[in-house]
């Protein structure tokens, strides 16, 4: 007799309802006294759907003493016959307030959730406006309690702001954003002001804002977002994955006829990666989940979130998608980015949880895409921008993939040639004919005028074009930069990773940084992109950068690599010669046979 599958918590996030129907729970509890340890008023950030109000739930019935909930858990026996008093909790989901259109629908919908809980605990709600509601109810509550405190839960205390980056309110309307922050300040400088009513509070949202009343007000408040002892707080651990998903794994790998191992390690490649102190790597549980209960591989999270916004963020700010690959941060910017329309790029995408912390050698933090699925997403929106008329489709990627698995040089250049054909005309601008490009160093310059001195100026201009994959000579039409090998790679780089090929850029070896390195199906592939002004150019290019990959070793550390040099022709703007080395032998492509190449793929 087969024992039954434990139930998924599919679209659960109620502690309560998942112990009543025993769905598949990671225990987490053994982190409350933990949490109470670490001080009065806790935040800790973390990105969407990654088990925030499932913890809050959690935190909720515990502090309300429901100790039947909790019979095996680690945090049981606290609620046992130890003298454990339950305490009134106020719990403040901030995602119903979050969308409001105006200042006086903000304040009502805050009152909506007071409401809730003054029904909750049979008190009525006094005060005028929100925060006079607010403290108004922490205080009667805490005055039916038997020691005059209360629990106070706050669940994505930011979502007012972040339901207006989406639907790009910060854009449009600075007014209803400021109105938006000035209600959310008032509010939530009441936490301080009821301090002798709280026992204990505990906040969670995506990002730490500084103009929201909470950080810039509560002086005792303790962030355990980066704090290694909390790392595993949410998300799921490679070990909580297979014991807790022990049945699923089994399940799956049988309905997808593939080992459990096989099927752990391309579980661990699409859905593991997450970071929150550059070291504990973690499993995003809406994704995992998601998947188990599917049964086949998708892009579970990010479909769960607006594209649309992340689609046309990258292509107004004129992003690539290699140039954050490695991008070293302080732990400054790590804990707090900033306000989001007015951080960095990577700042936005960090906040957004799109980019995850990774810790170098020498212990400072570098920012990198936790895992396949987020950065074949992200590659498939970069080249939506790049290629409008949809030539990156899913017959695209399966082709190459069969090439790729195949080892089909010749196959591969083709596509590339017929994708790099596509690319919008627009995105070239900067490289037309009589149009002449202004320089970064201009750019700063007219940006802030004589007030830098000349040096302190170059300086500048060198770390944006270091740091960020700037180009000194962007283009007039503010997109992806003037096109050199870094353009032409990034979108080499944009298809290989939306194909699910495991992609390592700029790879540091003995003798030098090769261009990329890739895997796929058993094959290694060492690719070099080099630029050419013409057609007559673009051979001895190639040529060139295959001598670079033979006189640097370039992949020699791995069993027989595929070597490519690719060049591009800069003239007509697509791949016009591929020099090749397979099994020992070398093969020149020049550019008519590419286009023809291309062409047969096209059928």
């Not at 026996?77 to 979050?98: C, E, H, Q, S, Y």
């Not at 009525?124 to 309690?145: H, N, P, Q, T, Y």
């Not at 987020?374 to 008329?389: H, K, R, T, Y």
Request: charged share 25%; aromatic share 8%.
């Amino acid at each position: 007799m087969t024992s039954k599958i434990p139930l998924l918590p599919l679209g659960m996030n109620n502690f309560a309802e998942m112990m009543k129907k025993k769905a598949v729970y990671v225990d987490k509890t053994g982190y409350i006294p933990r949490l109470r340890e670490a001080g009065k008023v806790i935040f800790c950030a973390r990105p969407r759907r990654f088990g925030k109000s499932l913890t809050v739930s959690t935190l909720d019935a515990f502090h309300s003493g429901r100790s039947e909930l909790f019979h095996g858990l680690a945090a049981g026996k606290l609620l046992g016959p130890t003298g454990f008093v339950p305490r009134p909790v106020i719990r403040l989901d901030m995602n119903g307030p979050a969308g409001s259109a105006s200042k006086e629908l903000l304040e009502g919908n805050i009152k909506i959730v007071l409401e809730g809980n003054a029904a909750r605990h049979g008190v009525e709600l006094k005060g005028v406006d929100s925060k006079s509601s607010f403290f108004s109810l922490m205080e009667e509550i805490a005055k039916r309690s038997p020691h005059n405190k209360v629990v106070l839960l706050i669940d994505e205390y930011d979502a007012p702001i972040i339901s207006l980056v989406q639907r790009n309110e910060l854009l449009r309307d600075e007014r209803l954003v400021e109105e938006t922050r000035e209600v959310m300040r008032g509010f939530y400088s009441q936490i301080k002001s009821a301090d002798e009513f709280l026992e204990f509070t505990f906040i969670t949202g995506v990002t730490k804002f500084s103009r929201m009343g909470v950080f810039s007000t509560l002086n005792n408040l303790v962030d355990i977002s980066l704090r290694p002892e909390f790392a595993a707080f949410m998300g799921l651990t490679q070990g909580e994955l297979e014991t807790r998903l022990a049945h699923h794994v089994k399940a799956t790998a049988k309905k997808l006829r593939t080992s459990e191992r096989e099927l752990l390690r391309r579980v661990r490649d699409h859905y593991d990666g997450f970071s929150f102190d550059g070291e504990t790597r973690l499993y995003n549980p809406f994704s995992t989940l998601s998947f188990f209960g599917e049964g086949e591989f998708d892009d579970f999270w990010m479909e769960s979130g607006s594209n649309s916004l992340i689609r046309t963020f990258l292509k107004d700010k004129a992003l690539t998608v290699d140039q954050f690959h490695g991008l070293k941060v302080s732990r400054r910017f790590a804990r707090s980015p900033g306000e989001i329309e007015a951080t960095p790029p990577h700042g936005f995408l960090y906040q957004a949880g799109y980019l995850t912390l990774r810790r170098n050698n020498d212990g400072s933090l570098a920012l990198d895409y936790p895992n396949l699925e987020v950065i074949s997403a992200i590659s498939g929106l970069f080249l939506d921008n790049l290629m409008p008329s949809g030539e990156f489709d899913s017959e695209a990627s399966d082709g190459l993939r069969r090439c790729l698995k195949a080892g089909n040089v010749p196959g591969l250049a083709g596509l590339f040639f017929r994708l790099y054909a596509g690319i919008s005309y627009d995105d070239h601008a900067g490289d037309h004919p009589g149009i002449k490009p202004k320089s970064l160093d201009a750019a700063v310059l007219e940006s802030l005028g004589e007030s830098l001195p000349e040096e302190a100026r170059r300086k500048l201009v060198h770390d944006l074009t270091e740091k960020m994959g700037l180009s000194p000579r962007p283009s007039l039409a503010g997109k992806l930069s003037q096109k050199g090998e870094s353009f032409y790679r990034s979108i080499l780089q944009a298809c290989l990773w939306g194909a699910g090929a495991q992609t390592i850029p700029e790879k540091h070896q003995n003798k030098g940084r090769l261009d990329l390195e890739v895997r796929y199906g058993g094959n290694t592939f060492v690719f070099e992109m080099k630029t050419a002004r013409n057609a007559k150019g673009t051979l001895k290019a190639a040529q060139r950068g295959m001598l670079q990959i033979r006189q640097k070793a370039y992949g020699l550390a791995q069993a027989n690599p595929i070597l490519v040099s690719l060049a591009v022709d800069k003239t007509e703007r697509n791949i016009g010669a591929c020099v090749f080395e397979k099994d020992g032998l070398e093969t020149t492509l020049g550019g008519q046979e590419l286009a023809r190449l291309a062409r047969t793929l096209s059928r």
